[in-house]
């Protein structure tokens, strides 16, 4: 069966840096959009980034652009979010999550397939 984990949360200051990671199994990788998404206490699930199938565009939310990178290694099946300049606001459940779409991405939640169990970033101020 499909299978998302993500790795690599954890608590760093903020200005820090930190990067996630998420192994993908169960799935041909490289026909699935991959996507960031994250959940803070008490607030909605945000799209954070995406990446198209062969890594040739990305896709960034508001509040990361400039800060956040996300990447995939298609070798690996690994998707990757490195986030620099770490602010307190970005604490929150990080979630992988792969879209089987043929090109672009979505910022919907609903559209996407799977979904990995989440990983834990806390940023303190």
């Known amino acids: 069966q499909v299978q998302l984990v993500e790795s690599g949360g954890g608590l760093v200051q903020a200005g820090g840096s930190l990067r996630v990671s998420c192994a993908a199994s169960?799935?041909?990788?490289?026909?699935?959009?991959m996507g960031w998404f994250r959940q803070a206490p008490g607030k909605e699930r945000e799209f954070v980034a995406a990446i198209t199938r062969h890594g040739g565009r990305t896709y960034y939310g508001d509040s990361v652009k400039g800060r956040f990178t996300i990447s995939r290694d298609n070798a690996k099946n690994t998707v990757y979010l490195q986030m620099n300049s770490l602010r307190p606001e970005d604490t929150a459940v990080y979630y992988c999550a792969a879209e089987r779409r043929l090109t672009g991405y979505s910022l919907d939640a609903s559209t996407y397939d799977y979904w990995g169990q989440g990983t834990q970033v806390t940023v303190s101020s």
């Open positions: 169960g799935l041909t990788f490289n026909t699935y959009t």
